[in-house]
């Protein structure tokens, strides 16, 4: 690759300037050769040609560092890292890549959220706001893997996730954005984490929420903790989609477990002590007598052999029939808690429910397109 500038820190100044360039095209500049300059138009078409077709279709669009990061806060060694994952295999390039995006987080950490020298200049409010933007910016699923790893109380660095309100709203704005990491994750801490972290991460759950994050409310209504279950029932009447009705059904109603063995013993009296033997203990010229303590025990002993418990779960009983009505059009069939007539039903009656409720909500935005004049009359 040969560049056309004389010195490479204009050269570097043009790309970092104008943001036109991704970082890996800039870590491209910095190897590149030196010769005579020519315009800065000719710079893109020069580099885009010696580059991967992804890459070179990047800088064509003008695509740009979406976060900018890896532009803000990389350093010489995150750099060296993404040049040799351009050369590496797959997944030795995808590991260098993480390496790589770890290591900015950790400069954006200690640069302006958490010093780590002590006798460090303090952190000004630009350099602050700076940072939480970029991690509010973040788009790609490693970007966000990353961030969740480092800003989750790495090592020793404090957990800014649960401590740091406003890096708690950035990072959960950027994970409502992306749909196969983030919202599934999103999903997880609004029914397993505690307040507030819970609360801002269902608060930052999007209207329409992406197959991956389903996934997970189906998850975690399998889930063995009632809270957690009642929790994700919730997301889910807030969320309808007719591929929660299966696990909402199976969720609604527990069985008993199978159990062997007592149960239970319990105690109900009272205990009394008493003196019941005496041992001798002699010594030189005398002599005693240890006693030997005794309880009796009056009362009852109430034998639990048997038990059983079933469990009705009405949260999520009422979620299903939110789900069912949102998504049908009809209010939900009066099957209370039989799960196998759920299922028939799901089978047989769903489909036909559905398909029947799209096309009324089309023929409905048809109407609605359709602009009504009155008729011209007379005189």
């Known amino acids: 690759m040969r560049f056309v500038y004389s010195n490479a820190h204009a050269c570097l100044r043009h790309l970092v300037g104008n943001r036109m360039l991704t970082t890996t095209l800039l870590l491209a500049a910095l190897t590149a050769t030196v010769v005579d300059p020519p315009s800065g138009a000719e710079v893109a078409p020069a580099l885009a040609s010696s580059l991967p077709s992804a890459l070179a279709s990047s800088l064509a669009s003008g695509a740009t560092d979406s976060s900018g990061l890896l532009g803000e806060y990389a350093d010489d060694d995150a750099r060296q890292l993404l040049v040799k994952a351009q050369r590496a295999s797959a997944k030795v390039g995808a590991e260098m890549r993480e390496r790589a995006t770890c290591a900015a987080l950790r400069q954006l950490v200690s640069r302006a959220l958490n010093p780590i020298d002590a006798h460090a200049k303090p952190i000004s409010a630009d350099e ?3 940072a939480i933007a970029t991690l509010a910016c973040l788009s790609t699923p490693l970007e966000i893997q990353c961030a969740l790893k480092v800003l989750d109380g790495e090592g020793s660095r404090p957990n800014f996730i649960a401590c740091d309100p406003q890096v708690r709203r950035a990072i959960f704005a950027a994970m409502a954005k992306d749909p196969s990491v983030g919202q599934p994750k ?15 991460a269902l608060d930052s759950l999007p209207a329409e929420l992406s197959p ?3 996934d997970e409310i189906a998850r975690q209504l399998g889930s063995d903790r009632e809270m957690h ?7 889910a009447g807030s969320h309808p989609a007719a591929s929660l009705i299966p696990s909402l059904v199976s969720a609604q109603y527990a069985a008993p477990k199978v159990k062997r063995g007592d149960e239970a013993w319990i105690a109900i009296g009272t205990a009394r002590s008493y003196v019941q033997n005496q041992i001798p203990i002699v010594g030189d010229a005398s002599t005693s007598f240890q006693p030997v303590i005794g309880t009796l025990f009056e009362g009852s002993l109430l034998r639990v052999m048997e ?7 009405t949260e999520v009983h009422m979620n299903l029939a939110t789900v069912v009505e949102e998504t049908t059009g009809q209010p939900a069939p009066p099957l209370g808690y039989d ?9 047989d009656e769903l489909p036909r429910l559905m398909a029947a409720h799209q096309a009324e909500r089309e023929r409905d935005a048809e109407t609605a397109k359709t602009v009504t004049r009155p008729a011209a009359h007379d005189g």
């Open 307 to 313: 038990s059983m418990v079933e469990i009705f779960r």
């Open 229 to 235: 279950i009642n929790r994700a029932a919730s997301i």
């Open 339 to 347: 799960e196998a007539r759920w299922m028939v039903w799901t089978r």
């Open 212 to 214: 991956r994050a389903l």
């Open 186 to 200: 999103l999903v997880e801490l609004a029914v397993v984490a505690d307040d507030p972290v819970r609360q801002r």
């Open 128 to 130: 602050r706001a700076r």
